[in-house]
């Protein structure tokens, strides 16, 4: 079984948790008759969410949202957002920044798409109760986090590029008690060691293009005391694999 779930079964998880109304919207510029029809179903579900926090995901193939008759709903309704999706350039986003997120909790980046000076997670800063990060972005550039509450995680799942810089920006996490990434290249090259003195569960997957001994070093600029629970995924299970990860 996958050690890193699908971001769709991620993002929406099942009874036991909050009830939740979840949006699913999808942002076409140049549609005119769709974006007004968008517009329309996003306040016709405000109007219907009696108190509800959302659990809303945000599509967009445009980079140009300004003028979309959907923004300025959606922006008033960034009040109550609890989960969020993001699948949209980074310009896109930044039409969201400038308001509080006082409830959310998690928030869920597919597929994103960088683009001109990144700061994309500017609009994120104001997040008081944001503790949970997934990253699903196994092509794309690394989604910045800089403007992230980093100091704030305490689950983290990063589907992607593992470098010196997200290296760095793991470092901050020091709340961190779950963490799950895919490790596609050897670690060799980081300069500092990962310390987090509170991560309890640690799930690392081995990527495509995956290097031998790529998950074993991991643990060579890790320091985490309390690891209580490790998960080791082979894309291809082999005798030697099993030795190795028998000797981690």
């Known amino acids: 079984m996958d050690l890193i779930p699908s971001l769709s079964a991620l993002a929406h998880p099942g009874a036991g948790l909050s009830e939740l109304m979840v949006m699913p919207v999808t942002l076409h510029a140049g549609r005119a008759i769709a974006a007004q029809q968008c517009a329309e179903k996003v306040s016709l579900w405000m109007e219907r969410r009696r108190q509800l926090p959302l659990s809303i995901d945000l599509i967009s193939d445009t980079s140009d949202l300004h ?15 609890e989960r969020l999706l993001v699948d949209m350039p980074s310009s896109a986003l930044q039409c969201f920044s400038g308001h509080d997120l006082p409830l959310l909790r998690e928030v869920f980046i597919a597929q994103y798409v960088a683009s001109g000076n990144d700061t994309n997670a500017a609009i ?6 944001l503790h949970k990060v997934v990253l699903s972005i196994p092509t794309s550039p690394l989604f910045q986090l800089s403007s992230l509450p980093l100091d704030q995680m305490t689950v983290a799942h990063f589907h992607g590029p593992f470098d010196e810089n997200r290296a760095l920006q793991l470092s901050q996490m020091a709340m961190l008690r ?10 060799r090259d980081l300069v500092n060691d ?5 991560l309890y569960e640690l799930a690392i997957h081995e990527g495509e293009t995956a290097k031998p001994g790529a998950l074993q070093e991991v643990f060579e600029h890790l320091d985490a005391p309390h690891l209580v629970s490790l998960k080791l995924h082979f894309l291809q299970v082999t005798e030697n694999r099993l030795l190795r990860a028998q000797i981690i």
């Open 67 to 81: 003028s979309h008759p959907a923004l300025s709903v959606l922006q008033e309704s960034m009040k109550y957002w």
């Open 124 to 129: 994120l800063s104001s997040a008081p109760r």
């Open 178 to 187: 779950f963490l799950a990434m895919t490790v596609d290249e050897t670690l």
């Open 194 to 198: 990962i310390y987090l003195p509170n």
